[in-house]
């Protein structure tokens, strides 16, 4: 889990990297109520302290709130598999992590739509300079700007825009210390699978299985986050990858390699019909 912000609009705002509590309260507090008036009152825009990821949609918000439990200790599963949420030190630490992730947007300090946010949008508010700071599981953010300062298609001033704010302008950092003031520890996301596809000389369909691990769980992806089977029933698939429901595919039978895009093309299906089997 990263923090990026602009150090620009910081900098506008009146304050240095420097400046950031690295504390859990002070931390958030100097987001909501230093830097978003002091950036309000300098832009004469209404840009807001921290985008905070809260749509239902988005595995962002997801994995941010995970993190925020994580700052609080909080343990749902026992080692023994003992559900844990009437645990009154459990409960005690989900109520501190659900009212510190709130606060932003109770207070005015993440835009009003935060929360029908799907994963693209605070990366989005962010880029539109509309928000200061964000959270995010990936680089994603400061790897937009890199792919941009790299674009042969945009123009040498698109290009050099670009490049100052992907070498000068956004920062990544880590989270600050826990409520308790131990060191924050991230969640790693893995994403693991094992391929086993067979090309039916006589159909061009595709038949076979692949195993899954560690799949977030959000729309873009499969559901869930046990350790599955997905179960592909061919279909025929012309040279061009093209299939019976109409989707371009990318030679799906040969490569198998963006699960993520085969659903966003198809509904949430893979090609054409899947099973998740336990």
């Known amino acids: ?24 309260k002070e931390y958030w507090s100097f987001w909501c109520d230093k830097v ?6 300098k832009s004469g825009q209404r840009t807001y302290g921290i985008g905070m990821p809260m749509g239902v949609d988005s595995s962002d918000s997801f994995y941010s709130f995970l993190t925020f439990m994580d700052a609080y200790n909080v343990k749902l599963v026992s080692d023994s598999g003992k559900l844990l949420v009437d645990d009154p030190t459990v409960r005690q630490g989900l109520i501190g992590a659900l009212t510190d992730y709130t606060a932003p947007y109770t207070k005015g300090c993440s835009p009003p739509s935060s929360t029908s946010w799907k994963d693209p949008d605070n990366n989005v508010a962010f880029h539109n300079r509309t928000t200061v700071m964000t959270h995010n599981a990936t680089i994603s953010i400061a790897a937009k700007w890199l792919d941009d300062m790299n674009n042969a298609t945009l123009t040498p001033e698109q290009r050099a825009t670009a490049k100052k704010y992907y070498t000068e302008s956004i920062h990544t950092a880590g989270f600050p210390t826990k409520p308790d003031g131990t060191k924050m520890v991230y969640r790693t996301a893995v994403k693991t699978g094992v391929f086993n596809i ?4 006589a159909t061009g369909g595709v038949s076979g299985a692949f195993a899954i691990t560690a799949i977030p769980s959000s729309s873009g992806y499969v559901s869930g986050q046990l350790t599955g089977t997905l179960r592909l029933d061919g279909n025929r698939h012309d040279e061009n990858g093209e299939t ?4 371009e595919y990318r030679s799906f039978h040969r490569s198998c390699s963006s699960l993520r895009r085969i659903q966003t093309r198809c509904a949430g299906e893979v090609p054409c019909r899947a099973q998740m089997l336990a």
Do not use: N
């Open 198 to 201: 067979a090309v039916s000389e």
């Open 244 to 247: 019976d429901c109409g989707q």
């Open 36 to 41: 978003q008036p002091a950036s309000r009152q």
């Open 1 to 24: 889990m990263h923090i990026e912000y602009w150090s620009d609009m910081l900098a506008d705002a009146g304050f240095k990297p420097s400046d950031i509590p690295t504390t859990w």
